[in-house]
């Protein structure tokens, strides 16, 4: 008897969740009517956010345009610095030469007439220059 009693429990605790589960909810027009309104705000709110991406990409093309050019002013400004030094330096490197070249002319003649003139090599050494 016991074990009767104990199937026919088990039977009964097996179809309890069978019917409450068989319970649905009713899907009305209101619910289609909000959920095509949802989806129309979610497509408005897409469209709002591609109209402020594609502003914010319009912002960075200005921005890398802008920063080009200051990047190829720079480099025209480093070039003009190196080009103007340049042409600075080259007058005064030519007459750094000349003068260089006349100074050695000058010791070469000093020397010469250092060995005719013992006054003069005196004169020399104690000025340093023999």
């Known amino acids: 008897m016991k074990t009767q009693f104990f199937l026919l429990l088990m039977l009964l605790s097996a179809t309890f969740p069978t019917f409450s589960q068989v319970n649905e909810v009713p899907f009305t027009l209101d619910d289609r009517d909000r959920i095509i309104r949802t989806e129309e705000q979610v497509n408005s709110l897409r469209n709002e956010m591609n109209a ?25 400004l480093l070039g003009y610095i190196i080009w103007d030094r340049r042409t600075a330096l080259n007058p005064i490197q030519v007459k750094t030469i000349i003068l260089e070249e006349r100074v050695r002319k ?21 000025a340093g220059l023999l």
């Open 52 to 76: 402020k991406f594609e502003a914010v990409d319009q912002r960075f093309e200005t921005l890398n345009w802008g920063i080009g050019i200051l990047v190829a002013l720079m480099l025209f």
């Open 106 to 126: 000058l010791e070469h003649i000093s020397k010469e007439q250092a060995k005719k003139d013992p006054v003069f090599a005196e004169l020399l050494r104690a």
